[in-house]
């Protein structure tokens, strides 16, 4: 029975399957090489708002989002660049926060970089925080386990406002 099935189309995936199974899994170790390529999808490049462009509302995405231009709005997402010449009025989540530019509202990440030509006005909750040298800051910096969760930073941005 073994010496007929690696006749068929796959004779390269047998060699490496015979021991664990009897004839009737053979299929199955096939078909899982080809569904671990699939699942692994090619990270999309992150989505960039230009310099000129000035958008009222709010951001939400699972992706990564560079802003190089005006935001009027909250911005959710995985990673957030603010460039040099961008400026963020609202909240910033995101797992991973890199300031260059301006913000103007509260800052919530995991890991949080103020770069040295960074201008942060507002709370800033994190898990990690790095601010270089030049940096402009005017807040209160307060470290979360879990920052992205609303619960705790609530309460105190209410009572700020």
Known sequence: MFTKKPADNQTAAKPASPAPAPSADASKPAAAPAAAPAAAKPKPAPSVLSSDLTVKGNIITTGDVQIEGTIEGDIRAHLLTVGESATVKG???????????????????????LTSSARVEGDIIHKTIAIESGAHFEGSVQRED??????SATPAAKAAS
């Open 91 to 113: 909240e910033v989540v995101a797992d991973d926060v890199v300031v260059n530019g301006r913000v103007i509202g509260r800052v919530r990440g995991l890991k949080v970089r």
């Open 146 to 151: 879990d920052p992205l969760s609303n619960k």
